[in-house]
C-alpha cells in the first residue's frame, strides 16, 4: 500500500503552520504562509489550497498522497458541520470553514479549536505520551486550555468546552479580562498578566530586587525576566511566581477533581521557565485536590512546541479519515 500522508494546518491570527504528517504522527515536512486577514479572512480557504498544491509539486507527490485535512481555528467551533463560531481576530463569524476548505482544496476536511488541536497533538506524540485523560493548558499572551477525557476532546454544548483561561480566579475586584469578565485565571498566568502584576509589584514596594534594576534601565519587563529572576532566588520574582502558580494549581486542582487526569501538560510562551514552574504548580495542585486525585496527577511542560497544532490536526484527520 502506498503510503498516505496527513494534512496539519494550525491556523493564527498572523501565520498559517501546515505540515504533511504520516499515519505515525511524524512530521514529513512543515512550513508556513502569511495569514491574510484583509476582505474579513475570506482568501485563507485559498491561500491553504494553493500553498498545499504548490508543496505537493516541490515535492514531486501527487494530489492523491493526501488522506485529508485536520485543522485548528483561533475560536470555538460547531464539530458537526465545522462551522468557527467567531474568530475575532480573523473577522469570522458563523464562518463555514469546513466547506469552504473542502471546496477549495477537494480534499476532506475536520475542524476543531487551536488549542484542543494542540492538546491532542501533546497526547498523540508530546509530553501526554499516550495518556488518555489530561489537561492542557497553553501560557502565552493568553491562557487557552484543552481538556481530553477518553481520549477525547471535551467541546460542550456550544464549543467552549476547556477555556481554563476564563476560570474566575478573583471574583471580586480582580483585572479586567479580554472576555468582558474580571479577575480570570487569564489576568494572572498568562504572559501579560505576570508582567501586569510584576509592574504593580514594583510600583506598590519599595523592595530591591533584580526585575526593578531591569525595568528602571530597559523600561520594560517580560514574564521570562520573572522566571530567570526567580530562579536567582530573587525574593520579589519568588513572590511573584508563587502567586501565579498558586492560582494556577488552584484552578487546574478543580478541573482535576472533575477528571481525575493523568497528567496535566502546560505549555506556550511562559511554559519556556521549565521545570521551575511544573514542580510549583505540581506542588500546588496535589495540596488542593482531592487526595486520590492528586496522587495519580502528574504535571508537566509540553514538548512539542510549536508541532503540537499541526500534529494534533493530523490526528484529528487521521482519526477520522482513515478507514
Ligand atoms: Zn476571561
Not at 458563523?94 to 475542524?111: C, F, G, Q, R
Not at 525574593?235 to 484552578?251: C, K, P, R
Request: with cysteine; aromatic share 6%.
Amino acid at each position: 500500500m502506498i503510503e498516505k500522508w496527513l494534512v496539519g494546518v494550525d491556523l493564527g491570527g498572523t501565520t498559517i503552520k501546515m505540515a504533511f504528517v504520516n499515519m505515525y504522527g511524524e512530521i514529513v515536512h512543515k512550513w508556513e504562509i502569511a495569514t491574510d486577514i484583509s476582505n474579513h479572512g475570506k482568501n485563507i480557504t485559498a491561500d491553504i489550497a494553493k500553498s498545499i498544491d504548490q508543496k505537493l509539486n516541490e515535492l514531486d507527490q501527487p494530489k492523491s498522497k493526501l488522506l485529508g485535512i485536520g485543522m485548528g481555528a483561533p475560536g470555538p467551533v460547531e464539530m458537526a458541520t465545522g462551522l468557527v463560531y467567531e474568530a475575532v481576530n480573523l473577522g469570522w463569524k458563523n464562518y463555514p470553514l469546513k466547506d469552504l476548505l473542502e471546496v477549495e482544496t477537494s480534499l476532506p476536511a475536520v475542524i476543531d479549536n487551536d488549542a484542543n488541536i494542540a492538546a491532542i497533538g501533546e497526547m498523540w506524540k508530546g509530553a501526554g505520551e499516550g495518556a488518555k485523560d489530561l489537561i492542557c493548558v497553553t501560557l502565552g499572551t493568553g491562557v487557552g486550555g484543552g481538556i481530553i477525557a477518553n481520549g477525547k476532546i471535551v467541546h460542550g454544548v456550544n464549543g467552549a468546552g476547556g477555556e481554563i483561561g476564563h476560570i474566575t480566579s478573583i471574583p471580586e475586584g480582580g483585572a479586567p479580562c479580554n472576555c468582558s469578565k474580571t479577575g480570570c485565571l487569564e489576568t494572572i498566568a498568562s504572559a501579560t498578566g505576570i508582567v501586569r502584576i510584576t509592574k504593580e509589584k514594583l510600583a506598590s514596594t519599595k523592595t530591591v530586587s533584580i526585575l526593578r534594576k531591569i525595568y528602571e534601565e530597559t523600561g520594560m519587563i517580560t514574564a521570562k525576566d520573572v522566571f530567570d529572576a526567580a530562579k536567582a532566588n530573587d525574593a520579589l520574582a519568588l513572590e511573584i511566581t508563587d502567586y501565579v502558580t498558586f492560582h494556577l494549581g488552584l484552578a487546574l486542582s478543580h478541573l482535576a477533581n472533575g477528571l481525575n487526569p493523568e497528567k496535566i501538560v502546560i505549555g506556550g510562551g511562559v511554559s519556556k521557565a521549565g521545570n521551575m514552574l511544573a514542580e510549583k504548580v505540581e506542588r500546588y495542585v496535589k495540596r488542593f485536590a482531592f487526595p486520590r486525585v492528586a496522587e495519580s496527577v502528574h504535571v508537566t511542560i509540553a514538548t512539542l512546541g510549536n508541532d503540537a497544532g499541526v500534529i494534533g490536526g493530523a490526528w484529528l484527520a487521521k482519526n477520522k479519515f482513515a478507514q
